[in-house]
């Protein structure tokens, strides 16, 4: 059984940073394309980081680059999202997912699998 359990939200005040972090298992995660996408209230989800199987190559949304950073460890099945200076527009339930499909990894519909969520809120 696929499963993808974010950690790491919280409340931070603009400015901070967060690490999120998203366990992996059911599948051989080493051959996964892994993502983080973002979906605040009465907004679409939106693609914000992707990393290819073995982090060589990353992918950014406009509004994070420089700002956010995605890394794996294959041999934890854990993907990481390390965000620095927060920004109030960052808050969102962010999303980790993972997909087979080495293309086109901006498009949420380009995943398979999707894990349940994590609360990031920026607040003073």
């Known amino acids: 059984q696929v499963q993808l359990v974010e950690s790491g939200g919280g409340l931070v005040q603009p400015g901070g940073s967060l690490r999120l972090s998203c366990a992996a298992s059911?599948?051989?995660?080493?051959?996964?394309?892994l993502g983080w996408f973002r979906q605040a209230p009465g907004k679409e989800r939106e693609f914000v980081a992707a990393?290819?199987?073995?982090?060589?190559?990353?992918y950014y949304g406009d509004s994070v680059k420089g700002r956010f950073t995605i890394s794996r460890d294959n041999a934890k099945n854990t993907v990481y999202l390390q965000m620095n200076n927060l920004k109030p527009e960052d808050t969102a339930a962010f999303y980790c997912?993972?997909?087979?499909?080495?293309?086109?990894?901006?498009?949420?519909?380009?995943?398979?699998?999707w894990g349940q969520g994590t609360q990031v809120t920026v607040s003073s």
């Open positions: 997912a993972a997909t087979t499909n080495g293309r086109a990894v901006r498009t949420r519909l380009s995943y398979d699998y």
């Open positions: 990393s290819n199987w073995n982090g060589d190559n990353t």
């Open positions: 059911g599948f051989t995660f080493s051959r996964m394309t």
